[in-house]
Nanobody, 127 residues
Framework: QVQLVESGGGLVQAGDSLRLSCVGSGLPFSTANIAWFRQAPGKEREFVAASRWRTGVPYYADSVKGRFAISRDNAKSTLYLQMNNLKPEDTAVYYC????????????????????WGQGTQVTVAP
C-alpha cells in the first residue's frame, strides 16, 4: 500500500553529479520525516541525509556535507538528493525511507526510525 520508488542512479566518474528521486504513494509526504540511506557491499546501511517535516531543516552526514543536498516536493510526494562532486567512496545502493505520519521524533539518522523503505537505486562512481 505504502510504496517508495527510487530512480536516477547510474555509473559516473569521480567529480560528476547525479540527482536521485524517490516517489511515494499511499501516504502523503507533508507530515513525514524522509531520508536517504546508503549501503555498500559488505557494509551496514548508513545515514546520508534527512528532512524533518516539522521544521524543514535538512540534516547531513559529515561525509556528504557541502556536496549533497536533500529537498522535497510534498505536492508531488517526491524526495530528491542532488549529489555533486561524487567520489568513489560514494558507491553504494541508495535507499529512500519515510516515517509514518506526524512523527515527532528528534532522531533522524538511525535506520530504525523509518518504517517504509524503497527498493534502492545503484550509484557507482569510477575512480
Amino acid at each position: 500500500q505504502v510504496q517508495l520508488v527510487e530512480s536516477g542512479g547510474g555509473l559516473v566518474q569521480a567529480g560528476d553529479s547525479l540527482r536521485l528521486s524517490c516517489v511515494g504513494s499511499g501516504l502523503p509526504f507533508s507530515t513525514a520525516n524522509i531520508a536517504w540511506f546508503r549501503q555498500a557491499p559488505g557494509k551496514e546501511r548508513e545515514f546520508v541525509a534527512a528532512s524533518r517535516w516539522r521544521t524543514g531543516v535538512p540534516y547531513y552526514a559529515d561525509s556528504v556535507k557541502g556536496r549533497f543536498a536533500i529537498s522535497r516536493d510534498n505536492a508531488k510526494s517526491t524526495l530528491y538528493l542532488q549529489m555533486n562532486n561524487l567520489k568513489p567512496e560514494d558507491t553504494a545502493v541508495y535507499y529512500c525511507a519515510r516515517t509514518y505520519n506526524n512523527d515527532y521524533s528528534a532522531i533522524y539518522d538511525v535506520s530504525g526510525q523509518y518504517r517504509y523503505w524503497g527498493q534502492g537505486t545503484q550509484v557507482t562512481v569510477a575512480p
